[in-house]
């Protein structure tokens, strides 16, 4: 049974870090593309971060370009999202889902995913 379990949300202030982490069981998450996704309170779940199982490219929203970094631990079988200069408008639920389609980063919408995670709450307040 696919599973992707996130972890690392918390409470932080204006400017700090978090690191999430998604971890997969049941599958090889290096052979997915692995999004992360947000949803804020009253508004749409919205692409946030992805890389490819392809060849490894990273795609950002252009919101959090230069702040977030995504990257991958094949050996742990998890995705990370570093999150740096982190601001209020950056809370939100994050999911993360994975799909074995390479080009899926590309499509990049929440319906091009098919395994997602439970998601973690971010929540950046001083």
Do not use: H
């Amino acid at each position: 049974q696919l599973q992707l379990a996130e972890s690392g949300g918390g409470l932080v202030q204006p400017g700090g870090s978090l690191r999430l982490s998604c971890a997969a069981s049941g599958f090889t998450l290096a052979y997915y593309s692995t999004g992360w996704f947000r949803q804020a309170p009253g508004k749409e779940r919205e692409g946030v971060s992805c890389i490819s199982s392809s060849d490894g490219a990273a795609y950002y929203a252009d919101s959090v370009k230069g702040r977030f970094t995504i990257s991958r631990d094949n050996a742990k079988n998890t995705v990370y999202l570093q999150m740096n200069s982190l601001k209020p408008g950056d809370t939100a639920v994050y999911y993360c889902a994975a799909d074995p389609t390479p080009y899926a980063c590309k499509l990049g919408g929440v319906r091009d995913f098919g395994s997602w995670g439970q998601g973690t709450q971010v929540t950046i307040s001083s």
